[in-house]
């Protein structure tokens, strides 16, 4: 049914924050307006975090994609968590299917298996540790040197990883749909037209991209780097909705976003992610009115995808 035109969804979300003992949890890569109505708002590691954290509020609603509202969940299992859109998806989640995890640990005995945060709570149970691009480095660091490794589902960061470390592991051939989007000849283009321009990118962009970077980190490091780096003008290599939250944290500075390859379609072509920009505010206000729809999953399964999570936390 179609909401009133009048209704003031502001107004009414914050009432059924109130009325619900509600927090909403929300990532960078969010629309303007959602990133305004967040209690808080972050990054995968910030908001692991945060989930965990969480102690007065009886519902979170994670607005974000489906793995990390599973997150949240399985941090707060004793919680009602609730997501605007429960198609919002990802491509990296989609990549790496726990049977297909559990098929390749099984070809590699002896394997220590470090999965990247971007999966669902089924692949994060067949894995030992997880990681987000903010702590990968130090997760990988803390694996003995003499412990091969498998690492899913981004064979991008996974790849950044063995260059920064020197440490060999097998990587998963998952990646994300939009940072592989952007264009290394555009990007030439750009940056020549822009001589003074810093570009940074993230982790999961592919080589050919990272090679041009002044500087790669997570999207918090990001946005760290804008707010105090002594640069003027940043070509941003991430998805697209960062540049909201980097805007208002650096005012005085202008950003760019990285250009994408030809035949990009719908949000793709703007380096934004699609299944990010399926949540709305109106069905955050709908989702925080009939508290549906809700994540849930066995107790097993949370008991089980918990355990790499708290080791993950724990090191970070």
Not at 80 to 91: K, R
Not at 268 to 288: D, F, R, S, V
Request: with cysteine; net charge negative.
């Amino acid at each position: 049914m179609a909401l009133p035109p009048t209704l003031d969804l502001f107004a009414e979300i914050e009432e059924l924050k109130r009325s619900r003992k509600a927090v909403i949890l929300a990532h960078y890569y969010q629309d303007p307006d959602i990133q305004d109505i967040a209690d808080f708002l972050g990054d995968s590691l910030d908001l692991a975090r945060r989930a965990k954290e969480v102690e007065d509020a009886e519902v979170i609603l994670f607005s974000g994609v489906h793995f990390m509202a599973e997150t949240a969940k399985i941090l707060n299992p004793d919680k009602t968590v609730v997501i605007p859109d429960v198609n919002a998806g990802c491509s990296l989640a989609d990549s790496c299917p726990a049977d297909e995890l559990r098929a390749w640990k099984a070809e590699h005995p002896d394997h220590y298996v470090i999965s990247y945060i971007n999966c669902t709570a089924a692949t994060k149970a067949e894995s030992d540790i997880i990681c987000t691009s903010s702590n990968a480095e130090k997760i990988l660091r803390s694996v003995p040197e003499d412990r091969p490794i498998l690492f899913a589902p981004d064979k991008n960061l996974g790849a950044w990883l063995v260059k920064q470390t020197g440490r060999e592991m097998d990587l998963w051939p998952g990646t994300c749909q939009v940072h592989v989007t952007f264009s290394e000849r555009k990007l030439c283009e750009l940056m020549a037209r822009n001589p003074h321009a810093k570009f940074i990118a993230h982790p999961e962009c592919e080589d050919d991209i990272l090679r041009h970077a002044a500087f790669v980190g997570s999207t918090k490091r990001l946005l760290e780097y804008v707010v105090n780096d002594d640069a003027k003008t940043f070509i941003i290599g991430t998805e697209a909705g960062i540049i909201y939250t980097m805007q208002q944290a650096a005012p005085d500075k202008e950003l760019i976003r990285a250009p994408v390859n030809e035949g990009g379609q719908g949000c793709e072509a703007c380096g934004e992610c699609p299944y990010m920009k399926l949540n709305t505010l109106e069905k955050i206000y709908q989702t925080l009115r009939d508290l549906e729809p809700r994540i849930e999953m066995s107790d097993e399964l949370l008991e089980r995808a918990r355990l790499p999570l708290e080791r993950m936390l724990a090191i970070s």
